[in-house]
């Protein structure tokens, strides 16, 4: 819905902004999060290092040009609270702003400074009807943005639902979840570098299923890029 400013400004005077981390009300120029927020963030600065321990976590399990985070996530914390927001409180704007900021970050950082294109992880149709958007597309969309890079937001899909996997080691886990993703167009991204992107990093295993699927064309690269990962 498109809200005039002045009109915006009346409507801020009864439902003020407020910071997706901490919940205080937002100042005039201080977008989703508050200053302090910004300044207090676990930022994991992971960008920095090649071995950070995201990208230790999928070593030996599927070859990346880089992984990397912009956030830990723990509970409870400011991150759960964005994070929470963007999933489950009809947040896409949250995901466009932290990917916004990120992607400033990035753009001085191989190697994600030379991929190609960014695609999202994506959601399984039914659930993308039910939340109304992919948060990760979000999070690609800012990204996208400063980084001056397209979002190829369907250039991945879910074929179907992933079932609850906490019971199953991560073999089986890995197994179960490796015929989900299929590329769309395998010739649109023949020989391009993929910034894979999710919103929170776990266990790994739906990231690797999802750059598996992209790197069954060996003149694809895939980095991965998250908002948050999870200690
Ligand atoms: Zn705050």
């Known amino acids: 819905m498109l809200i005039k400013p002045h009109l915006r400004d009346f409507v801020s005077l009864f439902f003020p902004p407020a910071c997706a981390g901490c919940g205080a009300v937002l100042g005039k120029g201080e977008p989703v999060i508050c200053v302090a927020c910004a300044y207090h963030l676990p930022y994991t600065h992971f960008h920095k290092d090649p071995a950070n321990r995201g990208a230790r976590q999928l070593w030996g399990r599927v070859p990346l040009e880089g992984v990397t985070a912009y956030l830990y996530f723990y509970e409870p914390s400011r991150v759960q609270n964005i994070v929470h927001l963007l999933k489950y409180r009809n947040r896409p704007d949250i995901g466009v702003a932290m990917g916004r900021k990120y992607g400033e970050v990035l753009c001085g950082t191989a190697p994600y400074s030379k991929a190609d294109c960014i695609i999202p ?3 399984h149709p039914r659930k993308l009807r039910r939340r109304g958007y992919n948060q990760s597309a979000s999070f690609g969309q800012g990204l996208s943005v400063t980084m001056q890079k397209p979002l190829i937001e369907n250039g991945l899909r879910q074929c179907r639902p992933t079932k609850s996997q906490t019971r199953k ?11 989900v993703f299929e590329v769309t167009d395998p010739e649109l991204l023949s020989g391009k570098h993929i910034l894979l992107v999710d919103d929170v990093l776990t266990t790994g295993a739906t990231v690797e299923a999802c750059a598996a699927a992209l790197l069954a064309d060996p003149t694809v690269r895939v980095s991965v890029v998250t908002l948050a990962h999870a200690l």
């Open 169 to 179: 080691g991560r073999y089986q886990r890995f197994e179960n979840s490796r015929k």
């Open 121 to 123: 992880v994506p959601l």
